[in-house]
């Protein structure tokens, strides 16, 4: 299998870190392709008091698995001061970071990205996005405006200069006029961006040809989104999505690997349904249900730590993951916080103003005004925790997997059952062959 997609299904945290983490051992390179430090994945390597917790956000999950080579493509924004402090963090726990490499088309996160992001929100006030504040907006609006910083015009003090000033020309006129905001000082971002060249030098390669070399060669490269479906920016609830392709084709623009190369598409999809940040949610329990779901899955943002807002599954939104991204197999995560529950609730379609909707509504406003059809199946009391195989799950559990399998319309291969780097079912192996087509 040589070129493999994993993407999120919903709007993000579905534990993509950990699914990557899981294929980890058959993998020689993994590729983050979009999104930047907005990204938090948890990993939980070990159990009981020896459990260790890594939360990374803009090295990609691989970085976790020794004889794997993390990437870092040219579609991510990258936070210089982020991606040290992250290295640092690890190599501090003994985590061998030494084969990173970095891409040289990447646009970097400078300081002014950052500001504006903050104050933009700001100036929004109820209109606000939510977004997690770190420049992601505003550093990809650069980019397609084409007056980004790349990563490799770092090595150029001039071409940096020349480019940083230009932009500052314009951004300091918003700043200072529109926000009422001090102006950044070119020298200032010169300096801190400069102060990076040694450390990065060694990183820097083509990656779309060491990429491309490493699949002559056979290697396994897994491409890594950050956020999600939902959260992508043509296919997502705009305007409340991050700025980048989070969906399975922005894998290959943000890493230079061509589609006749990609050879399957993994889906996370967790067993219920979060968001982070503003935008419309139609599972979304606002009552002790969803306090239940708060709690028992720990939903708070590694990013920002903000509480996650959350409701149950909706097919509706895995049939579009399905259909957008060509999934070819599941992990769906966390099944283990259903546990408990006398019935649960499964999203199978929307009510429009009386107009069942078993597809994504293409108006925004119709989406705005979805209300859930439930399908409710019995609940399982049993602790599934330490389930490792798929027979040892309770009937009602598996009757859960079944039934979201169907509606979603590609195979569940891997069930999460708690948050250590075992607590997983592997049902198939996921070795996804071209023109699967539906559940199994
Ligand atoms: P990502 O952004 O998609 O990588 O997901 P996050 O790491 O932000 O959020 C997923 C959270 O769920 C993390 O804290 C994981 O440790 C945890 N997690 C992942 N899989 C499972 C699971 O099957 N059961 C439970 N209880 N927790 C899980
Ligand atoms: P992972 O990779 C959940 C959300 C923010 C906000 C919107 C835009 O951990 O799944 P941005 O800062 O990207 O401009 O914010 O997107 N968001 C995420 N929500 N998980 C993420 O990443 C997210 N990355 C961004 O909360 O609503
Ligand atoms: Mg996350």
Redo the contacts with the bound molecule.
């Keep these: 299998m040589p070129a493999i997609v994993l993407v ?1 299904a919903q709007w ?8 990557t983490d899981l294929l980890g051992s058959s993998l020689d390179y993994v590729v983050k392709f979009n999104g930047g430090n907005n ?6 390597i070990g159990s009981g008091a020896a459990a260790e ?1 890594y939360a990374l956000h803009l090295l990609p ?1 691989g970085i976790l698995t020794p004889t794997c080579t993390p990437v870092i493509g040219n579609g991510v924004v990258i936070d210089l001061g982020v991606l040290f402090q992250e290295i640092d963090g690890l190599e501090g726990r003994g985590v061998d970071t030494s084969k990173l490499v970095v891409s040289a088309s990447a646009h970097v996160i400078t300081p002014y990205n950052r500001v504006l992001d903050r104050v933009t929100e700001r100036f929004l006030g109820a209109r606000k996005i939510g977004t997690t504040g770190r420049g992601i907006g505003p550093t990809y609006a650069d980019k397609m405006s084409r007056t980004g910083i790349r990563i490799q015009d770092l090595f150029d003090e001039n071409i940096l200069r020349q480019k940083v000033e230009a932009a500052l020309d314009v951004k300091n006129q918003l700043l200072a006029k529109i926000y009422n905001r001090r102006a950044v000082q070119a020298e200032d971002v010169i300096g801190e961006l400069r102060s990076y060249v040694d450390r990065l030098a060694p990183m820097v390669r083509d990656t779309s040809l060491l990429l491309e070399q490493a699949l002559d060669r056979g290697d396994t490269v897994l491409l890594e989104a ?1 956020q ?1 479906t939902l959260l992508d920016v043509d296919f997502g609830t705009y305007p409340f999505v991050t700025s980048s392709n989070a969906t399975a084709g922005g894998a290959c623009t943000g890493s230079g690997i061509p589609p006749t190369r990609i050879d399957g598409v993994i889906a ?1 999809l967790k067993a219920y349904t979060t968001r982070v940040g503003e935008g419309p949610f139609p599972t979304e329990l606002d009552d002790a249900r969803g306090q239940f779901l708060r709690k028992t ?2 939903e708070y ?2 990013t920002t730590g903000r509480p996650r807002r959350c409701g149950w599954m909706d097919t509706v939104i895995g049939r579009y993951a399905t259909r957008i991204n060509g999934v070819t197999d599941f992990v769906l ?5 259903l546990t408990g529950l006398d019935t649960v609730p499964i999203c199978v379609a929307y009510d429009v103003d009386g107009v069942r909707h078993n597809t994504m509504p293409v108006n925004q406003s119709d989406f705005h005004h979805a209300v859930p059809v439930y399908e409710e199946l019995p609940g399982w009391w049993e602790d599934i ?1 330490s389930c490792r195989s798929y027979d040892e799950l309770p009937e009602n559990a598996r009757r859960y997997v079944e039934r979201v399998e169907w509606l979603v319309g590609a195979r569940v291969s891997a ?5 250590g780097r075992d ?2 079912i592997e049902r198939h192996e996921m070795r996804p062959a071209r023109g699967f087509a539906g559940p199994a």
Excluded: C, M, N, Q
Excluded at 333 to 337: A, G, I, N, R
């Design positions: 999120g993000g945290d579905e534990g993509k870190g950990k699914a990204a938090g994945h948890t990993i939980v917790k999950s950050g999600a996370v899955g720990a943002g590694t995560t966390k099944l283990d916080v925790s069930i999460g059952v708690g948050p607590a997983i």
